[in-house]
């Protein structure tokens, strides 16, 4: 979900991709939630960090702490910036389909707002020089 939104918001100079720690299935709740907004993943299937081809990045954002951990061995050599944004589960939500997709859309709505704060403040700064 983060990928998506990233792609459709920042711009297409900005490389992205995501990763995850452990291998998984593409959650369908996910394509619900990110088709309300005109967003798409297209062909996208779930990666893990050994899977990326790239190991350059100018930041790494992790949204649990597993994946923070993970980050932080992966960079332990590498001039990067890893940046934790605490996110909630959805996965972990039960109950019905409304409230299931109520969780999936929190997390879009904080990624969203999260990354707007983050990628503006810096073109602020870039600004500036």
Do not use: C
Request: proline share 5%.
């Amino acid at each position: 979900m983060a990928e998506a939104i990233a792609r459709h918001h920042l711009p297409a100079s900005v490389f992205v991709t995501s990763a995850g720690v452990r291998a998984g299935d593409r959650d369908p709740f996910v394509d619900a939630v990110l088709a309300e907004e005109g967003m798409r993943l297209d062909e996208h299937q779930p990666r893990t960090v050994d899977d990326l081809e790239d190991d350059y990045f100018d930041l790494i954002v992790t949204l649990a702490p597993e994946a923070h951990h993970a980050a932080l061995e992966f960079t332990r050599s590498m001039a990067v910036d890893v940046e934790y944004w605490p996110t909630p589960d959805p996965t972990a939500v039960t109950g019905t389909r409304d409230q299931i997709m109520h969780a999936y859309r929190d997390v879009r709505e904080r990624l969203k707002h999260r990354m707007a704060n983050r990628f503006a403040a810096e073109a602020q700064g870039n600004d500036a020089d």
